[in-house]
Each structure stands twice: as C-alpha cells, then as structure tokens.
C-alpha cells in the first residue's frame, strides 16, 4: 500500500484521460456514477500506483471493475494504518464486513466505493469470500502484526493478494483453473515482496515485519530492524524471504498455459 511512495514513473495526462474516458463508455452513465467511478479510480492511484497503472491496461470491459475491487482493497488494508486503537479498527472491519452483505442483497450503501463494488458485482456474479477473506485477513492482522513463520506469510499473501487477483480473473469474465493456480502463486509471490518493501516503513511503528522463524535462523535481533542496521545477517534474512516469492513466481509463470502460434 505504502510501495507508491517510491514510484516515479507518470503516463501522460493525456493517454490517461483517454483511458478514462473509454471507461465510461456513453453520455447516457449519470452523473453519480461517473463521481463514484472516478472516486475509486482516484483512491487507487493515489494509494496504489502501481496497480493503478496495471488497471489502465485492462480490457475496457473489466476496467471499471477491476478499480473498483482494488478500491475495496484499499479501503480495508489502510485501516491498519489509521487507527492507533484495535478496537476502533475492528469497528471500520465490521462496516465493510456488513456493506459487504448488504450490496449482495441489494442495498448497498452510498459509500462510493461501495456503489462500484455493487456495480461490479451485478456485472460479473464475484465470488462474496474473496471479499470477506480481504476483511477477514486485515481483521485478524489488526490483532496480531506478527509472523512466526514463512508460511503465516505465504497464508497472510493467499487471503490478501491472491484473493484480489481472483476477483480480477472473474471480473474478466476467466474461468479456469490453471488461471486460478497462476493467480495463487502470484498473490503470494506479490504479497511476499510487499511484506519485504513494508519493512523500512513498519520500522519507526515498532512493528518487526519479518517472520520470526528468519530472523531467529540468522540471529537477527527485533532491535536490528526495528534501528534499519542493515548487517550481513538481516540481509541473509531479507534473502530467505525474497527467495520464497521467487519460487512462487516460478511456479507462476510454469502455471500459464502454453500459447501455440
């Protein structure tokens, strides 16, 4: 969430309004739905710049969706850093646990984001648990920001990246299984790397982002993270970790299909 920070590429004002303007298709859209498209359109580029950009490449017809499941996203993952108070936190959970419910009902909520989602929803019938294993996931992480080990990361990058990938592929109109096997891998190779860019960030919050069973292996001290000493042994942790997403990227990209010409 914290990685736009670091990223200095720009497209052209032009191109993106272009984009922009293909998104929402016809005069006849009203008002309040172009206000909400362009909230969520917005919030990600301001949040998630990456994806931001990644999201203009989509096909037309899944574009609107596709930003507003990365608003969603959004929505719930900077909670954490909003709220100093747990209980405050679960409280913001339990709004988007319940918009959540009511938008698969009908009665979606006026939240911009919200508007989108349920938009979206009625576009492409998006699976209701990979939204709530967003909530759930940042919920539980609320609670505890500690990993004992590499797999409580891999499992923490399933639930909320790879889930978001699953809601692309289906607001894309893809179902397949070798798709969903690659998107899997992905999320958790993406989640890994997020985990090991947060690092410099969660540091001046006492937050040790590492797994603990890393750490331990290569005598790596909370106080050497916590202080960015960036010694031999924290870059042998870093290592270890980074090479868990590189296996996971490898097993994504052997995932894909072979395209015959």
């Not at 809601?167 to 899997?184: C, F, Q, R, T």
């Not at 985990?195 to 001046?204: Q, T």
Request: proline letters at 4%; a positive charge; glycine letters at 2%.
């Amino acid at each position: 969430m914290h990685c736009s920070q670091s990223i200095v590429l720009r497209i052209p004002t032009g191109l993106c309004k272009s984009l922009i303007i293909k998104r929402h298709g016809t005069q006849n859209s009203t008002s309040k739905q172009r206000l909400s498209a362009d909230y969520c359109l917005n919030l990600v580029r301001q949040h998630d710049y990456e994806n931001f950009l990644c999201t203009l490449l989509l096909p037309s017809h899944s574009r609107t969706s596709a930003f507003a499941i990365r608003a969603f996203n959004i929505e719930v993952a900077k909670v954490q850093d909003q709220v100093s108070d747990p209980h405050i936190g679960q409280m913001r959970m339990k709004f988007w646990e319940e918009t959540v419910d009511k938008i698969y009902v009908d009665h979606a909520p006026s939240h911009p984001v919200a508007v989108e989602l349920h938009h979206a929803i009625r576009r492409r019938r998006l699976s209701k648990r990979y939204l709530k294993r967003l909530i759930t996931v940042r919920a539980d992480h609320l609670r505890s920001a500690v990993f004992p080990d590499l797999e409580a990361v891999e499992s923490y990058a399933e639930h909320s990246v790879s889930s978001v990938y699953y809601l692309l592929l289906e607001a894309s109109g893809v179902e397949s299984i070798h798709a969903d096997h690659a998107a899997s891998h992905l999320g958790k190779a993406h989640g890994i790397v997020n985990l090991i860019r947060s690092v410099p960030f969660n540091a001046p919050r006492k937050i040790v982002s590492l797994p603990q069973d890393v750490l331990l292996q290569h005598n790596v001290p909370h106080e050497t993270v916590l202080r960015a000493k960036c010694t031999a042994d924290l870059k042998e942790a870093v290592f270890d970790v980074a090479a868990r997403a590189k296996q996971h990227l490898n097993k994504h990209v052997r995932s894909l299909p072979v395209w015959r010409l």
